[in-house]
């Protein structure tokens, strides 16, 4: 694996492909962004935290028709649906033995794989956290074990992948990572998307009792469509048992599910979703690979998912300005439901 393209939007896809590059391996970048490009080759990506500090020059294409030669490796970081058909482009520049690692957060595999047709596929749950500070200059804030697993393809690709990662970040093959994805999936989904429509920060939607009621809406109906794909979830983060959670529908239950999240709204004091700072600088989110992913499956599965359909669509018409954020967005009945 000597030739790697890097696609997406995502600060992820960079960390790796830099690091890459600073060893040394053939690594080129897909950046639509004039501004963000210019940087790039001009400046090179400075990476600092966690015990990095350097810069490294990169090599970048306005669009994938300005791609040559064949790559081994395409590192796909993009959450958003309008973002993956564009891989289509790339697949002349792909072998038989090319291998697609995907590493944007939330699932948009389900979508790829129809795009890819017969090329390996790689999930990846990744243990890097970034924070940019200006285009080109990114913040490792966290550098985890990273969970890399088969979505479909060659079990050979994946080990190779594993051997290549390993070189610059810790990770390890789970051969169940679907589990780790969703439950990480899960918990986003409960929450960008109010943060996102609503305007307030995760602390503030889960102080709030009808805030709450949507949020355990929305993980059991994540819940439910992953009991119809027979995925087994992982506790979030090792400690929050989704199952556990959700267990009972007594008065006792109830009041103890409340009180959990009221309590867990002290570890997000004023942090805001992506969702929701994507839509305010002008571009789209992520809800594509959450609640979208959820409501994806679900139509596949038969389940019903009114509660993450009618977020994923409310998000949408907010990217397209057709509605406004606010919490106003929630005095619509259907949702007293859930109050």
Known sequence: MNRVVVMGEESTGFVIGTLLAAKGMDVTFVVEDEYHRYSLEKNGLYLFGCGYDLTVELSCVADASRLTGVYDVLIFSSSVIEGVHEISFVLEHLHPDSAVLCCQRGIIEDVLQDILGHQTVISMECGVETRSHAPGNLEIIAMKESLIGLWKGDQHLLES?????????????????????????????????????????????????????????????????????????????????????????????????????????????????????????????DVDALNGFISRCAQRTGVITPLNDLLTAMVKDIEARHRHIGVENFEEEFFYFYG
């Open 161 to 285: 992948c594993e051997l290549l990662l390993g070189t610059v970040i810790p990770v390890r093959v789970h051969h169940s990572v679907i589990r780790a994805m969703y439950s990480s999936l899960i918990f986003g989904a409960c929450l960008d998307a109010l943060c996102a429509i609503s305007g307030l920060p995760y602390a503030a939607l889960m102080r709030k009792r009808r805030f709450r009621g949507l949020i355990i809406g929305v993980m059991s109906e994540a819940v439910q469509v992953a009991d119809a794909l027979g995925i087994l979830i992982e506790p979030y983060r090792r400690f929050f048992n989704y199952y556990s959670f959700l267990k009972g529908d007594n008065t006792v239950a109830r009041l103890n599910r409340n009180m959990v999240l009221f309590l867990l709204s002290f570890a997000f004091e004023e942090r805001i979703s992506r969702q929701l700072r994507a839509i305010l600088d002008g571009k789209k989110g």
